[in-house]
């Protein structure tokens, strides 16, 4: 086994990228890097216990080199009996659809979508990609330049989701030894010649600069990025935890403030970058100077605000939830569905809702009635056909324990629920009177009296 070969072996092993029996889909553009990760990856495939398959993406950029690159693999793949896949896609037209985007910004995008279509296909396990120390240098440098936190900087890592980076530790050196030495074919990107793309730029004008003030930049910063990467992982924990407790509708991140309020300062801070790059166009976080602001509202004693990130993303609060959309925030409303006979079922994304006439006599399940969740009604209010409907802004209803009626838009913000009114349901008999509003409150008319003779109940929960 060659030197270097068992270095990525060691790589490997260290970082548990890969697991006996899996199948692995290799990103090949057919320059160096991953003509060598190619290369290793089908001389340890024993080693390793694995399958392989190569893709290659024309993106449609160049007019000149990407059909030769991609016969060059074709007959490199034959050659070994790996599977090759390839197709031309247009970046050019995939902006003008996604606007908004730089161009590698878009290529990036329509390169993982190409990548994970034919991961799809082949029941690919993981896609490994050629990215090696020096791209890692890049990395992190114009991130930094542009602005990040702590994900930015590690964004390019041995493993993330189902990307591994095999070659993440060494140098682009050592890779051109490698092919060299063993002989492997290989054609140059002619973009890495051009300094037309900022990453390019960052390659051929910012880093020689700064490596004339340190020549052991690659390994400093290296060491720079597994220090950072310790710590993120300790914070990304906690923040995987709270975006856990999000409920998503509509497009819609929410949760209630109390939530935020209670973690660390810098786990909040990391959770909104996260939550804003996934729903900017771009990928990119917010600046430090927004995700501030966001968080000095968060604990403020206002009850409504609203702040913009970036590029039309939002975070508000209503009441006592919190909201990360994109636009303004609007929740579509909930189909209406008519009831017409006893027991009665329905499901509304999450959660489901029954309707069960029973007798009077005391039952266990009673113990859990709360007048939100779980509830009963006299038989005699139950007036068939009843409906469940979208609360409309008119629609008042006598709270359980009061005389009067009140504004059922009141109640909700009582509740803390004011932004919630095309997702609150309400449940209406025949006569036109509200009995219940799931998840809310029971009405005083669903009061259960010596004349009852039987009772309905109602019950909220979810799936």
Same mark, same amino acid.
Not at 262 to 275: D, P, T
Not at 315 to 342: D, N, P
């Given at each position: #086994?060659?030197?270097?070969?068992?270095?990525?072996?060691?790589?490997?092993?260290?970082?548990?990228?890969?697991?006996?029996?899996?199948?692995? +889909?290799?990103?090949?553009?057919?320059?160096?890097?991953?003509?060598? =990760?190619?290369?290793? +990856?089908?001389? +340890?495939?024993?080693?390793?216990?694995?399958?392989?398959?190569?893709?290659?993406?024309?993106?449609?950029?160049?007019?000149?080199?990407?059909?030769?690159?991609?016969?060059?693999? !074709?007959?490199?793949?034959?050659?070994?009996? %790996?599977?090759?896949?390839? !197709?031309?896609?247009? $970046?050019?037209?995939?902006?003008?659809? *996604?606007?908004?985007?730089?161009?590698?910004?878009?290529?990036?995008?329509?390169?993982?979508?190409?990548?994970?279509?034919?991961?799809?296909?082949? !029941?690919?396990?993981?896609?490994?990609?050629?990215?090696?120390?020096?791209?890692? $240098?890049?990395?992190?440098? @114009?991130?930094?330049?542009?602005?990040?936190?702590?994900?930015?900087?590690?964004?390019?890592?041995?493993?993330?989701?189902?990307?591994?980076?095999?070659?993440?530790?060494?140098?682009?050196?050592?890779?051109?030894?490698?092919? /060299?030495?063993?002989?492997? /074919?290989?054609?140059?990107?002619?973009?890495?010649?051009?300094?037309?793309?900022?990453?390019?730029?960052?390659?051929?004008?910012?880093?020689?600069?700064?490596?004339?003030?340190?020549?052991? =930049?690659?390994?400093?910063?290296?060491?720079?990025?597994?220090?950072?990467?310790?710590?993120?992982?300790?914070?990304?924990?906690?923040?995987? &935890?709270?975006?856990?407790?999000?409920?998503? &509708?509509?497009?819609?991140?929410?949760?209630?403030?109390?939530?935020?309020?209670?973690?660390?300062?810098?786990?909040?801070?990391?959770?909104?970058?996260?939550? %804003?790059?996934?729903?900017?166009?771009?990928?990119?976080?917010?600046?430090?100077?927004?995700?501030?602001?966001?968080?000095?509202?968060?604990?403020?004693?206002?009850?409504?605000? /609203?702040?913009?990130?970036?590029?039309? $993303?939002?975070?508000?609060?209503?009441?006592?939830?919190?909201?990360?959309? %994109?636009?303004?925030?609007? #929740?579509?409303?909930?189909?209406?569905?008519?009831?017409?006979? +006893?027991?009665?079922?329905?499901?509304?994304?999450?959660?489901?809702?029954?309707?069960?006439?029973?007798? *009077?006599?005391?039952?266990?399940?009673?113990?859990? @009635?709360?007048?939100?969740?779980?509830?009963?009604?006299?038989?005699?209010?139950?007036?068939?056909?009843?409906?469940?409907? /979208?609360?409309?802004?008119?629609?008042?209803?006598?709270?359980?324990?009061?005389?009067?009626?009140?504004?059922?838009?009141?109640?909700?913000?009582?509740?803390?629920?004011?932004?919630?009114?095309?997702?609150?349901?309400?449940?209406?008999?025949?006569?036109?009177?509200?009995?219940?509003?799931?998840?809310?409150?029971?009405?005083?008319?669903?009061?259960?009296?010596?004349?009852?003779?039987?009772?309905?109940?109602?019950?909220?929960?979810?799936?």
């Amino acid at each position: #086994m060659d030197q270097f070969e068992f270095e990525v072996l060691n790589f490997i092993e260290k970082w548990h990228l890969i697991k006996r029996d899996q199948k692995i +889909l290799v990103a090949v553009s057919g320059g160096k890097d991953s003509m060598a =990760l190619l290369n290793i +990856l089908i001389n +340890l495939k024993t080693e390793l216990g694995i399958e392989l398959f190569v893709a290659n993406l024309d993106h449609g950029l160049r007019k000149k080199g990407p059909a030769e690159e991609a016969r060059m693999i !074709e007959d490199f793949c034959q050659e070994r009996s %790996v599977p090759f896949f390839h !197709e031309k896609r247009d $970046v050019r037209d995939f902006m003008k659809k *996604k606007r908004g985007l730089s161009i590698e910004s878009a290529a990036r995008e329509v390169r993982y979508g190409f990548l994970r279509d034919v991961k799809s296909a082949v !029941e690919a396990d993981l896609i490994a990609i050629g990215h090696n120390r020096d791209d890692l $240098v890049e990395n992190i440098l @114009l991130r930094l330049a542009r602005g990040t936190g702590m994900k930015g900087v590690i964004g390019l890592r041995p493993f993330s989701g189902d990307l591994i980076r095999p070659l993440l530790f060494s140098d682009m050196q050592r890779i051109i030894d490698y092919v /060299t030495i063993n002989r492997v /074919t290989f054609m140059e990107d002619q973009s890495n010649s051009e300094d037309d793309f900022e990453r390019n730029y960052v390659r051929l004008r910012v880093i020689p600069d700064l490596k004339k003030m340190n020549p052991a =930049l690659n390994e400093a910063i290296w060491r720079f990025f597994e220090n950072i990467y310790d710590g993120y992982e300790l914070i990304h924990a906690k923040v995987e &935890v709270i975006l856990n407790q999000f409920e998503l &509708v509509d497009d819609v991140h929410f949760i209630e403030s109390s939530k935020l309020i209670s973690v660390e300062k810098a786990v909040v801070l990391e959770m909104a970058r996260e939550i %804003v790059a996934d729903l900017s166009s771009d990928s990119y976080p917010p600046s430090r100077e927004r995700v501030i602001a966001f968080y000095n509202l968060l604990i403020s004693t206002k009850g409504r605000w /609203t702040i913009e990130f970036r590029k039309d $993303v939002k975070a508000s609060r209503i009441g006592k939830y919190v909201f990360f959309h %994109v636009g303004e925030l609007v #929740m579509r409303g909930l189909e209406e569905k008519a009831i017409e006979f +006893l027991p009665f079922a329905c499901s509304y994304e999450k959660w489901q809702i029954t309707l069960e006439q029973l007798s *009077k006599e005391p039952r266990e399940e009673f113990k859990k @009635l709360d007048g939100a969740f779980y509830s009963v009604c006299s038989a005699n209010r139950v007036v068939l056909p009843m409906r469940l409907r /979208t609360l409309n802004e008119g629609d008042t209803v006598i709270p359980f324990g009061m005389k009067r009626k009140k504004k059922a838009v009141d109640v909700l913000s009582e509740k803390g629920l004011k932004g919630f009114s095309s997702k609150i349901l309400v449940l209406e008999n025949a006569s036109g009177e509200i009995l219940w509003i799931p998840g809310v409150i029971t009405s005083e008319l669903c009061r259960v009296g010596p004349s009852s003779l039987d009772i309905v109940a109602f019950c909220l929960e979810r799936r």
